[in-house]
């Protein structure tokens, strides 16, 4: 297996949209949703509008199918699967939740592809209503306001960099669109690479900071140009790999 990890955002990285506002917009709760909006944290609304959507009646199984019919950013899927094929470590780091995001990559086919999802925990309670949690409590102790107070991606990068010091793997690659994805972009080596969406919010925010960043940048529009830099940066590694211990032998 070759030593490289990519850790994919979710919503707007292999998703082309916001799982959470497909969700709610699908089900026909967006005015609720936008009413009860400005008075408590997101992940905290999204556990009372599940709550407010089985008490219509809805049920998981909607849920399910309304995830099943996701758009999903074209060339993602065969980018991911090539990527697995060449021995990288793929996982996943998002502030959507675990319910929605392995409900759509088991209709994917891509699940068995990633050996880790971080995010935010759910689970169908005894009445089958979704909950969804946060993945850290509200007060994570991060110093950047673009982190949102259920989840530093900053710190899940950080534990997963210690984890990998022992597992010998070295170069990491990330990718993400939103504000969120600031934090671990800044936890990158200078050996690592960020793919940062271009003209997203993230991208703004290394643009504006590109002296805090260390690792390389690559942003990318969509999904094939998605695909075309990211198989160049796992092959090039590949080939810097493999020369290495050619030299070393």
């Not at 997203?200 to 805090?212: A, D, G, M, S």
Request: hydrophobic share 40%; with cysteine; net charge negative.
């Amino acid at each position: 297996m070759a030593g490289i990890v990519v850790v994919f955002d979710f919503d707007k990285t292999i998703i082309d949209l916001d799982s959470d506002n497909w969700v709610i917009d699908e089900l026909g709760a967006s005015d609720l949703f936008n009413r009860l909006l400005p008075t408590m944290p997101w992940n905290s609304l999204m556990d009372r509008m599940m709550k407010e959507l089985h008490d219509q009646g809805k049920t998981f199984e909607d849920i399910e199918q309304v995830l099943k019919r996701v758009p999903v950013i074209p060339r993602v899927v065969p980018a991911i699967k090539a990527a697995y094929a060449l021995g990288c470590d793929l996982r996943i780091v998002s502030d959507a939740n675990v319910l929605y995001i392995e409900t759509i990559l088991k209709h994917l086919g891509i699940h068995d592809c990633f050996t880790e999802i971080n995010t935010n925990p759910g689970y169908v309670d005894e009445q089958g209503k979704l909950r969804i949690l946060p993945h850290h409590d509200f007060h994570h102790g991060c110093s950047y306001n673009t982190c949102p107070p259920n989840m530093c991606k900053g710190l899940v990068i950080e534990r997963i960099q210690a984890s990998l010091a022992k597992e010998g793997k070295k170069r990491m690659i990330y990718l993400g669109d939103g504000a969120g994805d600031f934090c671990p972009s800044l936890k990158m080596k200078e050996q690592d690479f960020v793919m940062p969406r271009k003209d997203f919010p993230v991208w703004k925010l290394i643009n504006e900071n590109r002296h805090l960043i260390r690792a390389r940048i690559h942003g990318w529009s969509d999904g094939e140009e998605q695909q075309h830099i990211l198989l160049n940066i796992i092959k090039a590694i590949i080939i810097e790999e493999n020369q290495f211990l050619s030299d070393s032998d």
